[in-house]
């Protein structure tokens, strides 16, 4: 038996939707302060595998991965506290995939930008590969 699709609520996005809007409203405000988009949504082939919402460059060379997190109030710790430990993992998996490209990698840091309802917030180096 096919069940129907639940149409989404009048004037409410989709999560896929909202989560796009994040993204480049979290681009939008890097690009103003000087990184260039390198990759976006960028996934690792395979099951299990990571990906990375915004690959940036920042202006001394440093490659700049970058999780975009949305909430919509800041119950459970809001939006910079949903990327934990496993999040952080497959993020890490995915930059070292990306990586391989390089002979010589750069030097590179992992941002978090999260948009709740206290607004946007850019956290630089919010975590490392170690």
């Not at 609520?9 to 990184?35: F, Y």
């Not at 497959?90 to 070292?96: D, E």
Request: proline letters at 5%; aromatic letters at 6%.
């Amino acid at each position: 038996m096919v069940f129907p699709k639940w149409p989404a609520a009048a004037g409410k996005p989709t999560t896929r939707a909202a989560g796009d809007a994040a993204e480049t409203q979290a681009l939008r405000h890097l690009q103003a302060a000087g990184l260039r988009l390198l990759e976006r949504n960028y996934r690792t082939p395979g099951r299990g595998g990571g990906e990375i919402d915004l690959i940036m460059c920042a202006a001394d060379g440093t490659l700049v991965f970058v999780e975009v997190r949305q909430r919509s109030g800041a119950h459970h710790g809001g939006a910079a506290a949903s990327v934990g430990a496993t999040k952080q993992r497959r993020i890490v998996l995915a930059a070292r995939h990306y990586l391989q490209r390089w002979r010589v990698p750069p030097p590179c840091r992992f941002d978090v930008v999260a948009l709740d309802a206290d607004g946007l917030q850019w956290l630089q180096a919010a975590f490392d590969a170690g």
